[in-house]
């Protein structure tokens, strides 16, 4: 079945900085990419997604990239802020069957 | 509209005991979704309705783990005996349909402790 690996586990940046973080995904049928924020005691919130007949994808700060031959995709946020820390969460499936999540990035964006 | 509800947000009992977990998704959401999250990890399906039918239990420990969605609304999870390996944060997700790629609401989930 499909497996999603993500890195950094953690990753501290200065506010206004950029921060990367990466997945790649095994099943090379898999055509849905969301991203996901999980803030301290709540659930997870997407953000942004990507299906497989795109490359990229921006909303403001945020885009994400996929590269499909390599199966490995990648969210960017810009312009960093206190208030993007969060785990982040990266995803895969295929059509609409059920999402794979990668295990989550600590972002901590420091003043 | 208002968002994916799960009661309770925290439960703490001994092993061997046994708990239920209780969600109520957005209106019209026909498809409903119960994830687990243990400490460190992203969420790992484990049962999925359509309406009021099971459509992906495969990753359901059913010797212990049972869930029903009747009437297709309300959603109710239950471990029965709970283990110390159960600790984790169940998660309560809807979505409009199953057919398309709309977006998977989460609720705030309910953290079980299992001592």
């Known amino acids: 079945g499909e497996n999603v690996e993500q890195h950094p586990s953690t990753l501290s940046v200065q506010e206004g900085d950029s921060a990367v973080i990466k997945c790649t995904y095994s099943?090379?049928?898999?055509?849905?990419f969301p991203w996901y924020k999980q803030e301290l005691g709540k659930g997870p919130q997407l953000i942004i997604d990507?299906?497989?007949?795109?490359g990229e994808k921006k909303d403001q700060r945020i885009a994400v990239t996929l590269n499909k031959t390599a199966k490995h995709f990648s969210l960017h946020i810009t312009e960093t802020q206190p208030e993007d820390s969060a785990v982040y969460f990266c995803?895969?499936?295929?059509?609409?069957?059920?999402?794979?999540f990668g295990t989550g990035t600590r972002l901590q964006v420091f003043p | 509209e208002a968002g994916v509800a799960q009661s309770p947000r925290y439960k703490i009992i001994e092993k061997r005991q046994s708990v239920a977990f209780w969600c109520n998704p957005i209106?019209?959401?026909?498809?409903l979704y119960w994830y687990q999250q243990i400490l460190g990890q992203g969420p790992k399906l484990l049962i999925q309705?359509?309406?009021?039918?099971?459509?992906?239990d495969s990753q359901l420990p059913k010797d212990r783990f049972s869930a029903e969605r009747l009437k297709g609304v309300d959603s109710t999870l239950k471990i029965q005996p709970a283990k110390l390996e159960d600790s984790a944060v169940y998660l309560c997700a809807s979505r409009r349909d199953s057919s398309s790629y709309n977006e998977q609401f989460f609720g705030p989930g309910t953290r079980l402790t299992v001592l």
């Open positions: 309705f359509q309406n009021n039918g099971v459509v992906d």
């Open positions: 099943d090379s049928a898999s055509n849905y």
């Open positions: 995803a895969a499936s295929k059509n609409t069957d059920k999402l794979i």
């Open positions: 990507i299906r497989s007949n795109v």
């Open positions: 209106s019209g959401h026909a498809t």
